[in-house]
C-alpha cells in the first residue's frame, strides 16, 4: 500500500522544482550573454536605473547599520523608559542627524575649499607651465642634465592636453552634470527613506532573506551562505569605517604642516592627500608626490624639502602607529596582497574597483583558505578511513 506523501516530501518536491526553474533560467541567461551581450547589459543597465533609488538604500543601510545598532544598544542601557523603549527611533534619529550634519559640512566647508583650489590652480597654469619649460630649457643645453631627453616636446603636449580639456564646452558638461544630479536629488531622498525602513525593520527583511534562500537551495548552502556574508559584510564595515578615520586623522595631522609650508590653498591640500591616503601605498606617494611639486613651482626648494620630510614623517607615523590601533585586524591580508588588490581593482573598476579590491581580496582569501582546509580535512579523514579499512583486513586475514 502506498503511503501519503507527507509534509517534508512535498517540501522536497517543490524544492526540486524550483531548482530546476532556477537552472533553465541560468541556461536562458548564459544563452542570451553568448547571443547578444551589449543587449543584456543595456537591459541590466536599465535595470539598474530603475532600481537605483533601492541600491542606494541598501548601500546606505549597509553603511549605517554598525553605528544604528551601536546607539540603539546604548539606549537599551538607560534606565529612563523615554530612552530605552523607543531605542530603535532615538537611533535612527540621532545617526540620521549625524549624518546630515556631516553632509552639511562637507558641503559648506569642504567643497568650497576644494572648487576654489582647482580653481586658483587652473589659473596658475600658464605661470607653472613657464617656470617648467625655463627649467627645462635651462638644462637642456650642451653638458645639461636634459641634454639627451627631448622634454620640451613632452611638457608641450601635456600642457596642450590640459587646456584641451578645460574648454568652455567641456565646462559647460560639468555644469550640465551638476544639474542633472541636482535633478536626481528626489532619487537621493527616496534612499534616504528607503534606507530607514531598511534598518527599522531589518530583522524582518533579513528573515524574509533567510526563508527565500531556503525555498530555493539547500539547507547547508543557506548555512554557508550566511556565515559568509557575516564575515564579509563584517570585513567590509570595519575596512569602510577604519579607511575615513584614518583619512580624517592624516589630514588633521598634515594641516599645521602644509600651512608652516606656504602652500598654496593649505586646507585643500591637506583634504587631498588624506583622502588619497584611501588608496594603499600609491594614494600617498603620488599626492605628497603632487604636493612637494607645487612648492617647488612656485621657486620654494627650502620649503619644498621641510614638506616632504613632513609628510613623509606623518606617513611612517600613520603606517606604525595610526593604522595598525585604527584597521586592526579589519582586513588581515599581506601586502602583496593589497597592491594585487589595488591594481586588479584599479583596472577592472577603475576607482571603485581600487576602493574595494583589498577587502573582496581579504574576503576572497577566507574563501580559500576555508576551503583548502576542509580539502585537507577530508583527505585526512578517507586516508585515516582507508588505514583503518588495511588493518581490519589485516586482523581478518
Known sequence: MREPKGPRMKGLINKQWWSALLLILAGLLV??????????????????????????????AFLLYRPVDAVERFMKKRRAAVWHRP????????????????????VSVIVPVLVQAVTGLISSLPTYYNTVVNFVNKHSGEGGIFESLNLGEVINGVYNFILDHLTVSNI????????????SLINVLISFIISVYMLAGRENLLSTVHRVAEAFLPARVVRLGSHYSRKASN??????????????????LLIPGMYISGIPYPLAFAV?????????????????????????LNGEWGMAVFLAIYIVVIQQLDSNLLQPRIFGQSV??????????????????????????VPVTAVLKILVSDLITHM????????AASAAMEDKTEDTI
Do not use: H
Open 31 to 60: 544563452y542570451k550573454v553568448v547571443d547578444d551581450p551589449r543587449g543584456l547589459l543595456r537591459a541590466i543597465g536599465r535595470l539598474v536605473g530603475i532600481l537605483s533609488p533601492f541600491i542606494g538604500g541598501l548601500v546606505l
Open 87 to 106: 531605542a530603535r527611533v532615538w537611533s535612527l534619529v540621532l545617526v540620521y542627524l549625524a549624518l546630515l550634519g556631516v553632509l552639511a559640512l562637507v
Open 172 to 183: 559647460i558638461g560639468y555644469l550640465s552634470g551638476i544639474i542633472s544630479f541636482t535633478g
Open 235 to 252: 570585513i567590509f564595515m570595519r575596512y569602510i569605517y577604519s579607511m575615513l578615520v584614518d583619512a580624517l586623522c592624516v589630514s588633521i
Open 272 to 296: 587631498f592627500v588624506g583622502i588619497a591616503n584611501i588608496v594603499p601605498y600609491f594614494g600617498a606617494i603620488i599626492s605628497g608626490v603632487f604636493s612637494v611639486l607645487m612648492l617647488i
Open 332 to 357: 588581515g591580508i599581506q601586502p602583496i596582497y593589497v597592491l594585487l588588490a589595488v591594481t586588479v581593482g584599479g583596472g577592472l573598476g577603475g576607482f571603485l574597483g581600487i576602493l574595494i579590491g
Open 376 to 383: 585537507n580535512r577530508v583527505r585526512r579523514e578517507k586516508e
